[in-house]
Nanobody
Framework: QVQLVESGGGLVQAGGSLRLSCAGS????????MSWYRQAPGKERELVAT????????NYADSVKGRFTISRDNAKNTVYLQMNSLKPEDTAVYYC??????????WGQGTLVTVSE
């Protein structure tokens, strides 16, 4: 069965760091562009970062440029989001997404990141 499972969220102080992981299974991971989205309380889901298939190209939301780094390890079917210099406004549920043209997007269950003042 197809799965994307996020992990690594938690509570961190402003200025701190977290690394999120998303492990995929049940599909050809390397064929999918991988993205991280987030949804803050009371707000719509927004795209945070994307890494292309099978890797190399990356894109970031302006709000996280210079602070977050997306990477992938296709041998491990895992995409990461290194989050540095965290701010309270980064508080959100972070979701992993797998995208491939002509295929259904796949979503993880989300992992909560809470950044305190």
């Amino acid at each position: 069965q197809v799965q994307l499972v996020e992990s690594g969220g938690g509570l961190v102080q402003a200025g701190g760091s977290l690394r999120l992981s998303c492990a995929g299974s049940g599909f050809t991971f390397s064929s999918y562009a991988m993205s991280w989205y987030r949804q803050a309380p009371g707000k719509e889901r927004e795209l945070v970062a994307t890494v292309g298939s099978p890797g190399g190209s990356t894109n970031y939301a302006d709000s996280v440029k210079g602070r977050f780094t997306i990477s992938r390890d296709n041998a491990k079917n895992t995409v990461y989001l290194q989050m540095n210099s965290l701010k309270p406004e980064d508080t959100a549920v972070y979701y992993c997404n797998a995208y491939r043209p002509m295929y259904r997007s796949r979503w993880g269950q989300g992992t909560l990141v809470t950044v305190s003042e």
